[in-house]
């Protein structure tokens, strides 16, 4: 495994504005991951981070609202874009090392996210 | 396709007690299988695993689960529970042609003292 680390840890924004949120490796890892988990409820893929090209996002998710960005092995940031309530929410990164089924997926310890 | 369900979103259990929690699948292919567990306000740890081989799987924290390819099911179990094993736990399904993993409604575990 490895140390997985997320900024910020949580914050509170205002409608029509944009948070960055920034998801470190302290090793290489192949494969990244964004989720999304509503209050309450279980987690939901955003999108796949892909290193040096577009990230792959899953249906309901749109470049758009959640540009993704992963420069390397070890680093990928997501934004949320002209946020409204609806995006309050934790937003939990997730890694595999190997990128062969089967791989475990280790996860950050999440931003929880207010949209006031 | 993959899915997971978890039957029972609050499991309420006395300090010592049995725990089970239920996890029952649907995969077009061989699936792995996986229990997480998120503390409050804290992200997701890996309990354990099922890939291939021996279907009664260990992890930690004294947890275990047994994968039953005949009711498509991978339960969790802890003979004794403890105060601090109050959190949520996470059934996911994978597949062997691709990372996504596909996650249970969750199941939050109460143990009373």
């Known amino acids: 495994s490895a140390v997985i680390s997320q900024k910020p840890s949580r914050d509170i924004c205002q409608r029509g504005t944009s948070l960055t949120i920034q998801c470190q490796v302290d090793?290489?890892?192949?494969?990244m991951f964004w989720y999304r988990q509503q209050p309450g409820q279980s987690l939901t893929l955003i999108a796949t981070?892909?290193?040096?090209?577009?990230?792959?996002?899953e249906s309901g998710f749109v470049i758009d609202k959640f540009p993704i960005s992963r420069p390397n092995l070890t680093f990928s940031t997501l934004t949320v874009s002209n946020m409204s309530p609806e995006d309050s929410s934790i937003y939990l990164c997730?890694?595999?090392?190997?990128?062969?089924?089967?791989?475990?997926?280790?996860f950050g310890p999440g931003t929880r996210l207010t949209v006031l | 396709a993959q899915s997971v369900t978890q039957l029972g979103s609050h499991v309420s259990v006395s300090e010592g007690a049995l725990v089970l929690l239920r996890c029952n699948y649907s995969?077009?292919?061989?699936?792995?299988l996986f229990w997480y567990v998120q503390y409050p306000n804290q992200g997701l740890q890996l309990l354990l695993k099922?890939?291939?081989?021996?279907?009664l799987v260990k992890g930690i924290n004294g947890f275990e689960a047994e994968f039953k390819k005949s009711e498509t099911s991978f339960h969790l179990t802890k003979p004794s529970a403890h105060m601090s094993d109050a959190a949520e736990y996470f059934c996911?399904?994978?597949?062997?042609?691709?990372?996504?993993?596909?996650f249970g409604s969750g199941t939050k575990l109460n143990v009373k003292p």
């Open positions: 995969s077009s292919v061989p699936p792995y």
């Open positions: 090793s290489q890892v192949t494969m």
């Open positions: 996911a399904v994978s597949g062997n042609n691709f990372n996504k993993f596909y």
């Open positions: 099922y890939t291939t081989g021996a279907t």
């Open positions: 981070a892909n290193q040096g090209s577009e990230a792959t996002y």
């Open positions: 997730s890694v595999e090392f190997s990128g062969r089924a089967p791989d475990t997926q280790y």
